[in-house]
């Protein structure tokens, strides 16, 4: 397992590195009121691929081991095409059409939801060293395509990232489906019966839990883009960008975790995983974090241009809260490999309703800064839950979460693997 956790995140390490550079560029050459628009851009897509997930998506990983593959992959993209085309019409509907034509926010929409779905069954099929080449490939594919639309003289407002954002997915959408047939298992289980009011019953609760996720990370923009202006959404984007890729680390743990948890019937074992690396997420996060704010403001502004003045205080506002969904991610990582996602959906709404209640107070005392500390203070609240559901009565896994001295060793370990490695 150790393996495959080092080379996920060196693999979403690099990966990650590629997006960094994408939002230094866009930042650079579009400037802050554009680079807002392409937050906004995101955001938007990222909660339609939620709506794809009610009936599939993340809830893939758990139930391809369980039911017929074929039937789940036919429905998934089923439900994926009728999601898209309900996403425009309310993208349209709502105002959020930023400019886009009807014609590339469809073809953005299809491209975005349909990779993303072949990407979460390769997943289930426990491909996961193909999906992290696939991920850095993707990476690498919008810089190019950046570069290449730049160089050809395409004017720097957000058609160009849009252009830029449908090709690569239409490329990922290639590559994935060509793997799919590639690994199709030669043997799967068959079971059809009952696998509607699985798919909306795992995928519901899965994408429940997401949807309240996904606001908890992304309401703080659309409540500055009303008061403050696109611009400083565009400075806060650029924070978010940079502190949330500390969650490289969680993420390649979580990944790994979930996958194994789920091939498992040993709840003991399963516990004992999820305890494990929720300290050395803890531990590597924490030490990446303190590197990310030892930056000076002026190498910040060297990097991102004045537009972007500020970023560091916003830094420091999302750090704990970086830190706090980092290890909570262990956690709800470990109920999804159960089947537990109600709990998952309970975390996400606490988390919420920290948000909307801090939100308001904090921006009005603080502006953009309030924001980012009203972000940790939820994350906060997500995490006692989280801990609170997975120990709950049980006093031996409470010790357990706290650090003691065997945790060195097993630290020690992964130090060395990632040395040998």
């Known amino acids: 397992m150790w393996l495959k956790v080092i080379h996920t995140f060196v693999s979403r390490g690099f990966n990650a590195l590629l997006n960094l550079l994408l939002v230094v560029f866009t930042a650079r050459l579009l400037g802050a009121e554009v680079r807002g ?4 851009l995101v955001a938007n897509l990222n909660l339609s ?6 009936a599939g998506g993340a809830g893939l990983i758990y139930l391809v081991p369980r039911f017929s593959p074929r039937k789940l992959y036919v429905w998934s993209m089923a439900w994926m095409l009728f999601v898209s085309f309900v996403s425009l019409a309310l993208l349209l509907w709502m105002d959020q059409d930023l400019g886009i034509s009807v014609f590339w926010w469809l073809a953005l929409l299809l491209s975005f939801n349909a990779a993303n779905t072949n990407r979460y069954m390769l997943l289930a099929m426990k491909k996961i060293t193909f999906d992290n080449q696939l991920g850095i490939a993707f990476g690498a594919i919008q810089l190019l395509l950046f570069a290449l639309l730049w160089f050809i003289g395409e004017p720097g407002h957000i058609m160009l990232f849009v252009k830029l954002l449908t090709l ?8 994935s ?8 298992p030669k043997e799967a289980v068959n079971q059809t019966s009952g696998l509607f009011k699985a798919m909306f019953g795992v995928g519901g609760w899965s994408q429940l839990a997401n949807v309240l996720q996904f606001m908890s990370y992304r309401l703080s923009y659309y409540l500055i883009e009303d008061r403050l202006g696109m611009a400083a959404v565009g400075v806060f984007g650029v924070a978010v960008s940079l502190a949330e890729s500390l969650w490289i680390i969680s993420r390649a743990v979580s990944l790994v ?3 194994e948890v789920a091939n498992s019937n040993d709840l003991q074992r399963a516990q004992q995983i999820t305890i494990n690396w ?16 030892a930056i000076p403001e002026t190498w910040l502004v060297y990097v991102f241009e004045k537009d972007f003045t500020g970023i560091r205080p916003l830094l420091w506002g999302l750090a704990p809260g970086i830190l706090f969904l980092s290890v909570s991610n262990i956690l709800t990582h470990y109920f999804a490999g159960i089947g537990l996602y109600r709990f998952n959906a309970s975390v996400s709404l606490f988390t919420l309703i920290g948000l909307l209640l801090a939100l308001t107070p ?9 924001a980012a500390w009203a972000q940790s203070f939820a994350y906060g609240g997500g995490l006692l839950l989280a801990i609170l559901l997975f120990a709950r009565r049980k006093t031996s896994i409470w010790m357990a979460l706290l650090p003691s001295r065997a945790d060195w060793t097993f630290l020690k370990s992964i130090v060395c693997s990632k040395t040998k490695a």
């Open 177 to 184: 489906s060509w793997a799919i047939f590639h690994f199709w």
């Open 362 to 370: 904090f921006s009005k005392y603080a502006g953009v800064t309030g």
């Open 257 to 259: 975790q979930m996958s």
């Open 278 to 293: 929720f300290k050395a997420t803890a531990f590597f996060t924490l030490g990446a974090m303190m590197v990310l704010l």
């Open 49 to 54: 691929l939620h709506a794809v997930g009610l």
């Open 37 to 40: 628009e392409i937050s906004l």
């Open 168 to 175: 690569a997915n239409v490329a990922l959408l290639l590559a």
